[in-house]
């Protein structure tokens, strides 16, 4: 899994929020990329293989 880019962006973040005295930082992922599965419906063609199987 790369985390590079929130990583730097947070870092950034936290210079910022520092100045300003204020801040706060959300992290959103999805568990469907943890798994390996995509966070969309299947296509119909998909869903017609998965049933086959």
């Given at each position: 899994?790369?985390?590079?880019g929130?990583?730097?962006?947070?870092?950034?973040?936290?210079?910022?929020?520092?100045?300003?005295?204020?801040?706060?930082?959300?992290?959103?992922?999805?568990?469907?990329?943890?798994?390996?599965?995509?966070?969309?419906?299947?296509?119909?063609?998909?869903?017609?293989?998965?049933?086959?199987s």
């Open positions: 899994m790369n985390v590079t929130t990583l730097l962006c947070c870092q950034h973040a936290a210079r910022l929020m520092q100045r300003n005295s204020f801040g706060r930082i959300i992290n959103i992922a999805s568990v469907a990329e943890m798994r390996g599965q995509s966070a969309e419906r299947p296509s119909k063609k998909e869903a017609a293989q998965r049933a086959a």
